[in-house]
């Protein structure tokens, strides 16, 4: 079953009408539907090109957020030929909000860390909708620790809502944890690679994507704060969301221009959640990429770079 | 760097402050409800006479109150482009920040000083709350960056007076990247051996928190200031119950490790003078009313 987003209404509407006719006619043999069929095809095809063309911010809000869209742990499983993952912060648990561990890709082993949103109700449930506690960014911590000592490059998956605001959260830390995790990114003599797949929500986003690179999935979406959020702070109206995304410039495009993004990984016709194995294939191939640009650093360079990356951040603005 | 000299402004300011708060007039303060005199209130560091609650104080009073002979060099701030994203809400970011300025008479919602406390050179920087809820964007962050390299270049520890709802929503991302460019600016001051001391006054929230406000040599906060990731009705949504008693008030966060003290406003600059001077292995600080350092000029 395709979930389709609001938007995309007129061509559910189209695809259902081409399913049907073919169900049809797989019941009745004389039945020739398939030029029927095929012309809804063709239609149903140019309507989503042209939708997916003009997407408003707040319908790639919608996009990034979509429940089929892959996540952190698909890549991890498609991508890379080993994984082990690793657990807990040694202090008070383990967040399965956050996923982490030693992986290869290819040959080569690196440290991978990303946030998980689960993708049924009990493992979203489980994940806690990929919002994670001081124990995700303290296990996060500790991993980024572990590739400087060995020399392992860093790749994070960002995909949050944002951080939890529960109250054992807040109890814990969650100021502190995501602080230091921060401080961590910039003090790893390793490369940090960051990918935003779905949503970069505030804090908990850059908690792992201080990087030396940062790729953005074409309809993936990064932000100070939610558009709902922000509506109902500013317009003190929360369906003002349309309004607050537009305003924000949370798009990847958007972000690229400012500086804050340094590639767009373009993704499949309709979204990543159409075509899972292209765009994963596309996130490897940039991961790859990136990886290869940082190689001939050493760790002093990384730090210092990664350091003048963000210093120099937003000196232009949207004129950048 | 440029120096803006306030050698003989602070009467002149202390004046001008009084002329706004006339000395008939009375205040009801948020936590008893006494009524006080606006000067018997000033006098003591906008703290209640009657109860001890701590009302907002601008940085401007605050670094009159903490450097010796009310005497502190303002130090430039670099300026960040204007509305960088074009942010409309209601209203445009520039008319916000234009109102703004005008209720507060200050440029923006960061004042950093270099100064001596107890005869102990060192480098402040206090948030403003009142300036577009002292929130953090491009100017916070290049003020923060500015105090550190200063403070590097002096050989200065550094004292940062937090206080902010969070990040500037009118510059989106490039506020939310004030989290990972501040904690440059700490990191440059640990890798030289300088202190950086960090006073949490109410409200301090979001990605505040999560960056500068939380990377102290030493955390002290004001006694009931409110410090938090997620404020109490965010969490109050989420979760569906009503939060305890004081939840993320300094006290509670004492008490669950996250500050190494909760100091009375009245008592923080003795704190400071003793805590900066340890930490810098100055001998013991000479206790009394200190003059204003003389004419020397500010070591640049
Ligand atoms: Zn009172």
Redesign the pocket.
């Given at each position: 079953m395709t979930h389709y987003l609001d938007f995309e209404k007129p061509l559910a509407e189209i695809e259902g009408k081409a399913e049907e006719l073919r169900a049809m006619a797989r019941e009745n043999e004389d039945m020739d539907i398939e030029d029927e069929a095929k012309a809804l095809d063709v239609k149903a095809d140019a309507l989503l090109k042209d939708l997916y063309a003009k997407l408003t911010p707040w319908r790639k809000c919608q996009v990034a957020r979509h429940p089929d869209r892959p996540h952190c742990r698909d890549y991890i499983d498609a991508l890379f030929t080993e994984y082990m993952p690793l657990a807990g912060d040694r202090a008070f648990g383990d967040d399965h909000a956050v996923m982490g561990g030693l992986a290869r890709l290819g040959d080569r082993p690196v440290v991978v860390i990303g946030h998980e949103k689960g993708n049924d109700t009990q493992s979203r449930i489980e994940r806690n909708f990929g919002m994670a506690r001081p124990e995700g960014y303290r296990k996060a911590i500790r991993l980024m620790e572990m590739a400087d000592k060995f020399g392992l490059p860093v790749v994070t998956l960002v995909d949050t809502p944002g951080a939890y605001p529960g109250k054992g959260a807040e109890e814990r830390g969650q100021s502190e944890a995501i602080a230091r995790s921060t401080e961590k990114c910039l003090q790893v003599g390793v490369p940090l690679i960051t990918v935003i797949i779905g949503e970069g929500g505030s804090g908990g986003a850059v908690a792992f994507a201080t990087a030396n690179r940062v790729a953005m999935l074409e309809h993936s979406v990064y932000s100070v704060i939610s558009p709902e959020g922000c509506a109902s702070i500013l317009w003190k109206d929360s369906d003002k969301m349309r309004e607050a995304a537009e305003a924000l410039r949370l798009t990847a495009q958007d972000l690229h221009r400012l500086g804050v993004a340094d590639r767009v990984i373009p993704e499949p016709l309709g979204g990543a959640h159409r075509d899972r194995q292209t765009a994963i294939a596309a996130v490897g191939a940039s991961i790859a990429a990136m990886l290869a640009d940082l190689e001939n650093m050493d760790g002093k360079d990384l730090v210092d770079a990664r350091r003048k990356k963000f210093l120099s951040l937003g000196s232009k603005g949207l004129a950048a | 760097m440029n120096w803006i000299s306030n050698y003989v402004r602070p009467r002149i300011n202390s004046i001008f402050s009084r002329r706004e708060t006339p000395e008939n007039l009375w205040s009801k303060?948020d936590?008893?409800?006494?009524m006080l005199f606006h000067r018997e209130i000033s006098d003591n560091l906008n703290v209640?006479t009657?109860?001890?609650?701590h009302m907002h104080i601008t940085p401007r009073d605050r670094f009159y109150a903490l450097f010796d002979g009310g005497v502190f060099n303002e130090i430039a701030v670099p300026e960040p482009i204007t509305d960088p994203l074009q942010f409309r809400d209601q209203k445009r970011y520039p008319d916000r920040m234009k109102a703004a300025q005008k209720s507060t008479g200050e440029k923006e919602s960061m004042l950093v000083a270099a100064g001596e406390i107890g005869r102990t050179p060192i480098i402040a920087a206090a948030q403003d709350f009142s300036f577009m809820g002292g929130s953090m964007g491009m100017y916070v962050g290049n003020a923060i960056i500015a105090a550190a390299e200063e403070a590097v270049k002096l050989g200065r520890p550094l004292v940062l007076f937090s206080a902010a709802g969070g990040a500037r929503m009118q510059e989106g991302i490039l506020s939310l990247m004030q989290m990972p460019r501040t904690t440059v600016a700490v990191q440059m001051l640990k890798e030289a051996g300088l202190p950086y001391i960090v006073v949490l006054t109410h409200p301090t929230t979001g990605g505040v928190t999560a960056s500068y406000a939380m990377l102290g040599d030493v955390q002290i906060a004001e006694p009931n200031a409110l410090i938090c990731f997620a404020g109490p009705r965010v969490i109050e949504q989420t979760i569906r119950e009503k939060l305890p008693e004081g939840f993320q008030r300094a006290e509670y966060l004492l008490e669950h490790g996250m500050l190494d003290r909760v100091t009375d406003r009245r008592e923080m600059r003795k704190e400071l003078i003793m805590l900066t001077r340890m930490l810098m292995q100055m001998p013991p600080p000479t206790w009394g009313d200190l003059p204003a350092p003389g004419n020397e000029t500010p070591a640049k």
């Open positions: - | 303060c936590g008893c409800g006494t209640c009657s109860c001890g609650h």
